[in-house]
């Protein structure tokens, strides 16, 4: 690992995770050094299942993102400073099939002990091994305005992870 970050507890870092991912938005890479994407996302969650630290994505079956995670047992998330908000609005709102994203924004890629991507610029980071996915059901809406998200019924699929690794600069 390179020298500015170290690993630790997932159950420590700081600050509110709602405002983290709803807020201040965060991104979700998946693939290896040699083969990867990049997206933005604000919905997502994390917490504590089946005796994990986990954090849950909802990525639509459209994204090339989606490819990548459906490929690879792993993801990682990735929280910036504001100064930052750039590269995230970049990253969602262009697709990996159409630019680089990472020639585009100047993000600098470094690897996991496992392959994975990390970036220089961020200063909080999730290793997540994919535990469990599903696809959300329209049948199973409770509240029928929730529908509304999903004109074209392209409905997410959601990945359950634990946190393996977790990173912060210092
Ligand atoms: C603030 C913000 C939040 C987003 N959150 C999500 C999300 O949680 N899930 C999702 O599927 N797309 C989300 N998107 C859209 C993707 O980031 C966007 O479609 C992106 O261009 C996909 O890139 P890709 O095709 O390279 O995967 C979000 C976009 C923005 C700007």
Redesign the pocket.
């Given at each position: 690992m390179i020298s500015s970050f170290k690993k630790i507890d997932p159950k420590d870092f700081e600050g509110n995770v709602i405002q983290k991912i709803g807020f201040d938005?965060m991104l979700?890479t998946a693939g290896n050094s040699e083969k990867f994407?990049?997206?933005?996302?604000?919905?997502?969650g994390m917490g504590y299942l089946w005796n994990k630290p986990v954090a849950f994505?909802?990525?639509?079956p459209?994204?090339?993102?989606?490819e990548?995670a459906e490929a690879n047992e792993y993801f990682t998330l990735h929280f910036f400073d504001e100064r930052y908000r750039e590269i995230?609005?970049f990253?969602?709102?262009?697709?990996?099939?159409d630019v680089n994203?990472i020639a585009q924004t100047g993000l600098k890629v470094f690897a996991s002990s496992r392959n994975n991507i990390y970036y220089e610029q961020s200063y909080l980071q999730m290793e997540c091994r994919k535990l469990y996915f599903d696809d959300i059901n329209p049948e199973h809406f409770l509240d029928e305005k929730i529908i509304r998200n999903y004109p074209k019924n392209d409905f997410?699929r959601f990945y359950i992870g634990e946190i393996v690794e977790c990173i912060e600069r210092y």
């Open positions: 938005w979700i994407n990049t997206m933005t996302a604000s919905w997502g994505i909802f990525i639509r459209q994204r090339f993102t989606y990548f995230l609005d990253c969602g709102t262009k697709s990996g099939r994203k997410h």
